[in-house]
């Protein structure tokens, strides 16, 4: 069964049109994170949560938010997308605690802008 | 210069063949690595850590090298199943992973 669930798998959207993304989790793990992956490059991370306390990376867009109200779900908005943020967007999961360690992804959300 | 850099290949090998790959990082404040396995658009999944004495899973070892920062991976009796992108990653600490942009690997029969 699937531990880190993403809704939407496919998402298309108007430029300038904001979207919302979700994941959820059933392995109660303490940290949660969003990447954006393009084609062909690496996973960039975004954001991650450990619990409630939010990070997030210094060179990410004022466009992206991303809201944890509890510990199973978490929400990534794009609040204007462009056409530069088409992207899959990967949620991942893992335990905290010294270190990172394994990290659980969800299958992504693949955004298309129009 | 990126943080985790990698050969991007491709590597075209036959079904049988060793293959390597190396990754190069920065920041020597990294303090752990791993390998993942991503499949043509598909997420991507962990396939082992790095640890400095090496560490083999079957057909797989890895290596990590702290002093001229590389790690690498060697896969021993290519199989048409291995066929992916294997990223090179790097944990700094405070939960901040970093990916490198993959190598890619075809096995062909």
């Known amino acids: 069964d699937a531990m880190v669930i993403q809704n939407p798998r496919y998402q298309v959207t108007q430029f300038g049109k904001p979207v919302t993304l979700s994941c959820s989790q059933t392995?109660?793990?303490?940290?949660m994170y969003w990447y954006q992956q393009k084609s062909s490059q690496a996973p960039k991370l975004l954001f991650h949560?450990?619990?409630?306390?939010?990070?997030n990376e210094a060179d990410t867009p004022d466009n992206f938010q991303s809201r944890r109200p509890n510990t199973s779900f978490c929400f990534l908005d794009i609040r204007s997308p462009g056409l530069g943020d088409a992207a899959m967007y990967l949620c991942?999961?893992?335990?905290?605690?010294?270190?990172?360690?394994?990290?659980?992804f969800g299958e992504g959300s693949r955004l298309t802008v129009l | 210069r990126k943080e985790v850099e990698q050969d991007p290949g491709p590597f075209n090998v036959p079904e049988g063949a060793t293959v390597a790959f190396n990754c190069t990082y920065s920041?020597?404040?990294?303090?752990?690595f791993f390998w993942y396995r991503q499949d043509c658009r598909k997420e991507p999944k962990l396939l082992m850590s790095?640890?400095?004495s090496g560490n083999e899973d079957g057909r797989f070892t890895a290596q990590l090298n702290r002093a001229s920062q590389y790690i690498s991976l060697l896969i021993r009796d290519s199989k048409l199943s291995d066929s992916a992108t294997y990223l090179c990653?790097?944990?700094?600490?405070?939960?901040?992973?970093?990916f490198g942009a993959g190598t890619r690997l075809f096995v062909k029969a």
């Open positions: 991942a999961t893992s335990r905290g605690g010294g270190g990172t360690g394994e990290l659980f």
């Open positions: 392995l109660n793990h303490n940290v």
């Open positions: 949560y450990y619990d409630k306390d939010f990070n």
């Open positions: 920041n020597s404040a990294s303090q752990s």
């Open positions: 790095v640890y400095s």
């Open positions: 990653v790097k944990e700094n600490g405070g939960f901040k992973t970093i």
